[in-house]
């Protein structure tokens, strides 16, 4: 969601990688916003994520709210390579405290960890401030594939049960995790 191109600080990178197991060196900036799905394993249940993808550039940025409203879920990304990312990364969750759900959760993603003789952006300062607002921190890499799993099984372990009667007989299935499929929606 950084204001940046989304090739500098990977949120396509990481939405690809766990739903496809694929790198692209040349994707492109995120227009609006991309649609994905995985359904994923995680103890005796299966939890399928609907992830919305959604553009970082300052002139998508009003359109971010109607992709985060009901989610359950929220990955906001920095570049460890990049401050000024993680700066940008602090105006994001306060947008989203602000006009996101109440119980959302918050996971904090520092992309490019395998560039970390470069690094801006001390594992330190990152996890102090996840723990300041309640976030799970992780550091991924996209591009080798490093704790993108660990990332999304973290979210999967954070969202609370539904009650049996929240999902009623409609067919349809709320956010939250019970012992059929389950839908996750993150942004």
Known sequence: MP???TRIFG????????VQDHFDHNISPTIGASFMTK??????ELHKFLIWDTAGQERFHSLAPMYYRGSAAAVIV???TKQDSFHTLKKWVKELKEHGPENIVMAIAGNK???SDIREVPMKDAK????SIGAIVVETSAKHAINI????QGISRQIPPLE?????????IKLGKQTAQTTKRCC
Request: with cysteine.
């Open 39 to 44: 359904t994923v394993p995680c103890g005796n």
């Open 149 to 152: 799993e660990e990332l999304f």
């Open 113 to 115: 960890c395998d560039l």
């Open 78 to 80: 920095y570049d460890i």
């Open 11 to 18: 949120k396509s990178s990481i939405v690809c990688r766990f």
């Open 3 to 5: 204001q940046l191109l």
């Open 164 to 172: 049996t009667h929240e999902n009623g007989n409609s067919g349809t």
């Open 128 to 131: 102090e401030y996840g723990e």
